[in-house]
């Protein structure tokens, strides 16, 4: 009852909360103290993924598992970060109250948290995601092949986008005139006709299916029909 | 010719993109850009807008995707000081409000001195929920947010009289980088009120086509990707463009240079790639 | 791939970071005298406490080489910061990191990433905590405290809200699913997180991506405009409207696509593989501009080989180091 029973009726009270008060809205109130409980539990969230992180790379120190300097790197970076950003470490104070260091606003520049961002945060995560152009290219040479009309279609409509968003697209088909029929052909008009029109058929689509699937399992899960959010066993 | 294009190391391959990349950028090539009735969509919309209104300026991104969004975060907020609009500047992400802060540095501190904290704009800052504060702020914004970024209770700030929810704002402006972002705003905060709340967005290359859908019924216009920047600071510097335009407003229309090169680079990989894999089908190899 | 050739991979990424260093090192002696260093702006905060005692302060502004110059020159508090100089530094040398992995992996690019998922998860924690918990928790349940350590300017007239010790109650619960043996209990707010989810994504996506994407799909397929049959837009209807009934048949897997719908389903496949285009073609464009953004840092912060902004100066490397040093 504790592991299974009353955790389906909190879901299910909680759920239920959200949706009634679009139907009564006297219930709006409780709504938004729902929410407001919701949204404190995803700072925990924050916290409990830190001390995951820790749990992982502490035990990956302490059985001298493969990497696990790498692991002592990640927790001094961790314990550092967190040091300077609880502390409030190189944070000055407010000038209306010069007393309460820890009044100060953690993420003014300057502070030691402002450091971590500019200088490690920032440039780190940057740099990570800028490496998929890279990836994307050598995806595109060795695994894009015209094999059939599918492909075809997707490959064409990829170089249209690709030449249309770019000023190669507007030298290409200068030579069309820029109004009447044939102006639909310029690249850069075609890409726009191209987004308005079919492409945004198709994600309508998705969307359409993917909103009666969340509805769907939304249903399922507040009804107790399904528990796979309970864990298994016991 | 087909064994070298066959067997060719992947890191050709990437040297050739950063060439492609950095020699636009190193060469400080900067194309015109034209906008596209999405983009115009965004722009007349704020246009529109008359001295004091309030605009509700979400900025959902982080480092990550700075390269793309930066350009059109900058872009809006020249926007909106430049209308003279009241700006409440929030963020769904962690990061966001280190932007909101460069926002405040980079261009009210520096180009509209005038503008005053608490008068003119304000920095509600970030917080945890995604579409958890969304919701809230649909129904009761001072629950969400009962002190400013620097701690100061919301009763004190006196551009936050008279504003209880998103009805009482003009116009969303958000730039968003994925999942909390547009598509949230508009299912949690348009759809709350679809006469009262008007959105325009500025988002990655990734999201645009899946943000289409929603224009222009729940979305007023968007700006996808760094063309979308590019055309939008096209169109702010056209209307208030000044002698010597810092660098920064034209952030986006520079980053065109490499996207041009880049691009051709793809269509051209893709082609020969597609080359030598019938090459190879005529050789009875694949 | 064998172990040499992970090696010698390895031995490449090393090396693209130590000449990049090199050359960073050389440019900023010999071509670009100065390059990579960071100006502020000074502001001395001095405070009488109602004791006695003095607090003081230096605030830090960033300004650009020229403006500091310009500042340093009217004799205005604006000199060159060693830690930011350090920092920005430090910033390009792990991008260097990064992109050596480019070149195969290596311990520095491992380093790098070890360093960036330490910091993220502490600096989510942090952020979770200074801008949730302390001023929508903390200071709901204890104000007067929150008041004097934390946030000074809120109200003194602040009363506790007993409601918010259940979400308290429940942030311990949820943390305990770091202890092995109660770790159980952590499902009590996991399933109220869950609830509260299912019960917002219900109404909004049948809301805004089902019922309110019908009538924007509903078009006329023939338009008439002011001179008669208007081809274009009659045109794009009927790709629109009919494409995204296409898609949807396409969906409808409990039909076998055989026959009519199979053919309708086909088309519907065809629609998708344009809106397959169409994503890779803008989540190219979206790669490259994030690229593009990281050779802007480091050819014009760290380098100085471009100046977009306006910001450097030509200037001789000594001139710009002598104030760091005293």
Redesign the interface.
Same mark, same amino acid.
Not at chain 1, 76 to 87: Q, T
């Given at each position: 009852m504790m592991k299974r029973t009353i955790p389906m009726l909190l879901a299910m009270a909680a759920g239920i909360v959200m949706i009634l008060a679009y139907f009564f809205p006297p219930l709006t109130p409780l709504q938004d103290k729902t929410t407001v409980w919701f949204n404190i539990l995803a700072a925990v969230a924050f916290i409990l993924g830190g001390g995951n992180l820790l749990k992982v790379h502490l035990k990956k120190v302490s059985d001298r598992r493969e990497g696990w300097a790498y692991s002592m790197i990640t927790l001094a970076a961790f314990v550092g970060v967190l040091a300077i950003g609880l502390f409030k470490i190189g944070v000055n104070p407010l000038d209306e109250f010069p007393a309460q260091r820890m009044a100060g606003d953690f993420r003014a520049e300057g502070s030691g948290f402002w450091y971590v961002y500019e200088y490690v945060f920032a440039p780190l995560t940057a740099t990570i995601f800028s490496m998929l152009a890279f990836y994307v290219a050598s995806a595109a040479f060795r695994a894009f092949r015209a094999k059939n009309l599918e492909a075809i279609l997707l490959l064409g409509t990829a170089f249209v986008i690709l030449l249309g968003r770019t000023a190669a697209g507007v030298f290409l088909t200068d030579f069309l005139p820029e109004e009447g029929i044939l102006a639909n052909f310029r690249l850069e008009n075609l890409t726009v006709w191209i987004m308005n029109n079919p492409v945004t058929a198709g994600n309508r689509a998705i969307m359409i299916g993917i909103a009666l699937g969340t509805a769907s399992v939304s249903l399922k899960i507040l009804l107790g029909v399904d528990r796979s959010y309970l864990g298994g066993g016991d | 010719m087909y064994e070298f294009l066959r067997d060719l190391d992947r890191r050709v391959i990437f040297s050739l993109m950063a060439l492609a990349v950095a020699v636009p950028i190193l060469l400080q090539i900067t194309p015109p850009e034209k906008a596209t009735p999405i983009v115009r969509d965004a722009f007349e919309t704020i246009e529109a807008l008359e001295e004091g209104d309030r605009v509700y300026m979400a900025f959902d991104f982080d480092p990550a995707s700075a390269g793309e969004l930066q350009p059109m975060a900058t872009a809006f907020v020249r926007h909106a000081c430049e209308k003279k609009l009241k700006i409440y500047f929030t963020a769904l992400w962690p990061v966001g409000p280190q932007f909101i802060k460069n926002a405040e540095r980079d261009v009210i501190s520096r180009d509209f001195p005038d503008m005053v904290y608490g008068e003119d704009y304000v920095d509600l800052g970030f917080k945890t929920g995604n579409e958890g504060v969304i919701k809230l702020v649909a129904n009761d914004l001072r629950t969400q947010y009962p002190q400013d970024a620097r701690g100061t209770p919301i009763d004190d700030i006196p551009m936050m009289e008279g504003v209880a929810s998103i009805r009482d704002f003009d116009v969303i402006m958000n730039v968003s980088a994925g999942y909390p972002g547009t598509k949230e705003w508009v299912q949690y905060a348009v759809a709350s009120a679809p006469d009262d709340v008007k959105l325009v967005a500025g988002c990655t290359g990734v999201q645009a086509p899946l943000l289409y859908p929603y224009y222009p019924q729940q979305m007023s216009g968007l700006l996808a990707a760094i063309k979308g920047a590019a055309e939008y600071e096209s169109l702010v510097l056209g209307k208030y463009g000044r002698e010597n335009e810092p660098g920064m407003y034209q952030e986006g229309l520079r980053r065109m240079a490499p996207q041009l090169s880049g691009h051709i680079l793809m269509v051209g990989l893709i082609f020969v790639g597609n080359l030598v894999y019938f090459m190879a089908r005529k050789r009875g190899e694949a | 791939m064998t172990h040499a050739t992970r090696r010698g991979n390895a031995t490449f990424g090393v090396l693209l970071v130590l000449i990049g260093v090199a050359i960073a090192i050389l440019n900023a002696v010999a071509f670009h005298p100065g390059a990579g260093t960071q100006w502020?702006k000074r502001t001395e905060?001095v405070?009488t406490?109602?004791d006695g005692s003095e607090?003081r302060?230096t605030?830090?502004?960033?300004v650009s080489v020229k403006e500091g110059r310009e500042m340093a020159a009217l004799e205005q508090d604006a000199a060159p910061l060693f830690?930011?100089t350090a920092?920005?530094w /430090? @910033?390009?040398i792990?991008?260097l990191c990064?992109?050596s =992995?480019?070149?195969g992996d290596n311990p520095l690019y491992? #380093?790098?990433?070890?360093?960036?998922? /330490? @910091?993220?998860?502490?600096?989510?924690?942090?952020?979770? =905590?200074?801008?949730?918990?302390v001023?929508?928790?903390f #200071?709901g349940l204890f104000p007067d405290w929150t008041r004097a350590?934390?946030?000074?300017?809120?109200?003194a007239e602040a009363s506790v809200d007993f409601?918010?010790l259940?979400?308290l109650a429940?942030?311990v619960l949820?943390?305990l699913?770091?202890a092995p043996k109660i770790g159980?209990i952590s499902?009590?707010?996991?399933?109220?997180?869950?609830?509260?989810?299912?019960?917002?994504?219900?109404?909004?996506?049948?809301?805004?991506?089902?019922l309110?994407?019908i009538?924007?799909?509903i078009k006329p397929l023939i338009v008439m405009g002011e001179n008669g049959f208007d081809?274009?837009s009659s045109f794009?209807n009927i790709?629109?409207?009919l494409?995204?009934m296409?898609?949807?048949v396409?969906?409808f897997f409990s039909v076998e696509h055989k026959g009519a719908v199979g053919k309708v389903a086909r088309s519907?496949?065809?629609?998708?593989?344009?809106?397959?285009?169409?994503?890779?073609?803008?989540?190219?464009?979206?790669?490259?501009?994030?690229?593009?953004?990281?050779?802007?840092?480091l050819?014009d912060d760290w380098l100085w080989?471009?100046d977009?902004?306006?910001a450097h100066p030509a200037q001789a490397f000594l001139q710009t180091i002598a104030p760091m040093l005293t």
């Amino acid at each position: 009852m504790m592991k299974r029973t009353i955790p389906m009726l909190l879901a299910m009270a909680a759920g239920i909360v959200m949706i009634l008060a679009y139907f009564f809205p006297p219930l709006t109130p409780l709504q938004d103290k729902t929410t407001v409980w919701f949204n404190i539990l995803a700072a925990v969230a924050f916290i409990l993924g830190g001390g995951n992180l820790l749990k992982v790379h502490l035990k990956k120190v302490s059985d001298r598992r493969e990497g696990w300097a790498y692991s002592m790197i990640t927790l001094a970076a961790f314990v550092g970060v967190l040091a300077i950003g609880l502390f409030k470490i190189g944070v000055n104070p407010l000038d209306e109250f010069p007393a309460q260091r820890m009044a100060g606003d953690f993420r003014a520049e300057g502070s030691g948290f402002w450091y971590v961002y500019e200088y490690v945060f920032a440039p780190l995560t940057a740099t990570i995601f800028s490496m998929l152009a890279f990836y994307v290219a050598s995806a595109a040479f060795r695994a894009f092949r015209a094999k059939n009309l599918e492909a075809i279609l997707l490959l064409g409509t990829a170089f249209v986008i690709l030449l249309g968003r770019t000023a190669a697209g507007v030298f290409l088909t200068d030579f069309l005139p820029e109004e009447g029929i044939l102006a639909n052909f310029r690249l850069e008009n075609l890409t726009v006709w191209i987004m308005n029109n079919p492409v945004t058929a198709g994600n309508r689509a998705i969307m359409i299916g993917i909103a009666l699937g969340t509805a769907s399992v939304s249903l399922k899960i507040l009804l107790g029909v399904d528990r796979s959010y309970l864990g298994g066993g016991d | 010719m087909y064994e070298f294009l066959r067997d060719l190391d992947r890191r050709v391959i990437f040297s050739l993109m950063a060439l492609a990349v950095a020699v636009p950028i190193l060469l400080q090539i900067t194309p015109p850009e034209k906008a596209t009735p999405i983009v115009r969509d965004a722009f007349e919309t704020i246009e529109a807008l008359e001295e004091g209104d309030r605009v509700y300026m979400a900025f959902d991104f982080d480092p990550a995707s700075a390269g793309e969004l930066q350009p059109m975060a900058t872009a809006f907020v020249r926007h909106a000081c430049e209308k003279k609009l009241k700006i409440y500047f929030t963020a769904l992400w962690p990061v966001g409000p280190q932007f909101i802060k460069n926002a405040e540095r980079d261009v009210i501190s520096r180009d509209f001195p005038d503008m005053v904290y608490g008068e003119d704009y304000v920095d509600l800052g970030f917080k945890t929920g995604n579409e958890g504060v969304i919701k809230l702020v649909a129904n009761d914004l001072r629950t969400q947010y009962p002190q400013d970024a620097r701690g100061t209770p919301i009763d004190d700030i006196p551009m936050m009289e008279g504003v209880a929810s998103i009805r009482d704002f003009d116009v969303i402006m958000n730039v968003s980088a994925g999942y909390p972002g547009t598509k949230e705003w508009v299912q949690y905060a348009v759809a709350s009120a679809p006469d009262d709340v008007k959105l325009v967005a500025g988002c990655t290359g990734v999201q645009a086509p899946l943000l289409y859908p929603y224009y222009p019924q729940q979305m007023s216009g968007l700006l996808a990707a760094i063309k979308g920047a590019a055309e939008y600071e096209s169109l702010v510097l056209g209307k208030y463009g000044r002698e010597n335009e810092p660098g920064m407003y034209q952030e986006g229309l520079r980053r065109m240079a490499p996207q041009l090169s880049g691009h051709i680079l793809m269509v051209g990989l893709i082609f020969v790639g597609n080359l030598v894999y019938f090459m190879a089908r005529k050789r009875g190899e694949a | 791939m064998t172990h040499a050739t992970r090696r010698g991979n390895a031995t490449f990424g090393v090396l693209l970071v130590l000449i990049g260093v090199a050359i960073a090192i050389l440019n900023a002696v010999a071509f670009h005298p100065g390059a990579g260093t960071q100006w502020t702006k000074r502001t001395e905060h001095v405070h009488t406490l109602e004791d006695g005692s003095e607090v003081r302060w230096t605030e830090h502004e960033a300004v650009s080489v020229k403006e500091g110059r310009e500042m340093a020159a009217l004799e205005q508090d604006a000199a060159p910061l060693f830690s930011r100089t350090a920092g920005l530094w /430090g @910033a390009a040398i792990l991008t260097l990191c990064i992109f050596s =992995f480019l070149l195969g992996d290596n311990p520095l690019y491992k #380093a790098a990433e070890a360093i960036v998922v /330490g @910091a993220s998860a502490a600096y989510w924690m942090v952020i979770g =905590f200074w801008e949730t918990i302390v001023p929508n928790l903390f #200071a709901g349940l204890f104000p007067d405290w929150t008041r004097a350590n934390f946030m000074p300017k809120l109200s003194a007239e602040a009363s506790v809200d007993f409601l918010l010790l259940i979400p308290l109650a429940l942030s311990v619960l949820l943390l305990l699913r770091l202890a092995p043996k109660i770790g159980w209990i952590s499902r009590w707010p996991t399933a109220f997180i869950i609830g509260v989810f299912c019960g917002l994504r219900f109404i909004s996506s049948l809301e805004a991506d089902f019922l309110s994407q019908i009538g924007p799909t509903i078009k006329p397929l023939i338009v008439m405009g002011e001179n008669g049959f208007d081809l274009e837009s009659s045109f794009s209807n009927i790709v629109l409207v009919l494409g995204t009934m296409a898609c949807l048949v396409y969906f409808f897997f409990s039909v076998e696509h055989k026959g009519a719908v199979g053919k309708v389903a086909r088309s519907g496949i065809w629609m998708l593989m344009i809106t397959f285009g169409a994503a890779f073609g803008y989540t190219v464009m979206g790669r490259i501009a994030l690229l593009a953004g990281r050779f802007e840092f480091l050819f014009d912060d760290w380098l100085w080989l471009i100046d977009p902004k306006d910001a450097h100066p030509a200037q001789a490397f000594l001139q710009t180091i002598a104030p760091m040093l005293t």
